[in-house]
């Protein structure tokens, strides 16, 4: 069963493929970040962390394995799953790879969200980034934010 409007919180982590963001612009969009391009949002599902939630609107940040001065580690200390590390192989590339926030954030209704969500994990089943993780991409992404008033 795919991600429901009930499964969006700050610090759940589901994929979302590119052209489909794209397609739904607005009403999603990408707010302003101080570094870097615009996201060229590329039509591969890639993970994305919700950073913010009010109201039934969230805000997704990217994450990515490509390494940049700019970019903040996701520490695996941060990194877990609604149900606990034990239910999950420890080999995945969730535990295992270095992933970063790639400093693109986009706002946008759940609704959207959980129609185009593409894990296949679910209730209670999702990938996780912790409350220490979350506090530490949000002071990362705070100054790229400030003037789009985040949801946090």
């Not at 969006?8 to 982590?13: A, L, Y």
Request: proline fraction near 5%.
């Amino acid at each position: 069963m795919p991600m429901g409007t009930s499964d969006i919180e700050v610090g759940i982590v589901n994929s979302f493929i590119g052209r489909e963001i794209k397609e739904n612009m607005p009403p999603i969009i990408e707010l302003q970040r101080n570094y870097g391009a615009q996201n060229t949002l590329a039509d591969a599902s890639r993970p994305f962390v919700c950073i913010g939630h009010q109201d039934g609107i969230s805000q997704w940040a990217v994450i990515t394995t490509t390494q940049r001065a700019e970019r903040l580690l996701i520490d695996v200390s941060w990194r877990t799953w609604q149900d606990g590390n034990d239910h999950h192989r420890p080999n995945v590339n969730w535990l295992t790879a270095s992933q970063y926030i790639n400093g693109a954030v986009f706002q946008g209704p759940d609704e959207i969200w959980a129609r185009l969500a593409r894990d296949n994990n679910t209730s209670g089943h999702f990938k996780i980034i912790n409350e220490e993780g979350i506090r530490r991409i949000r002071e990362h992404l705070c100054p790229q934010l400030a003037e789009t008033n985040p949801i946090f």
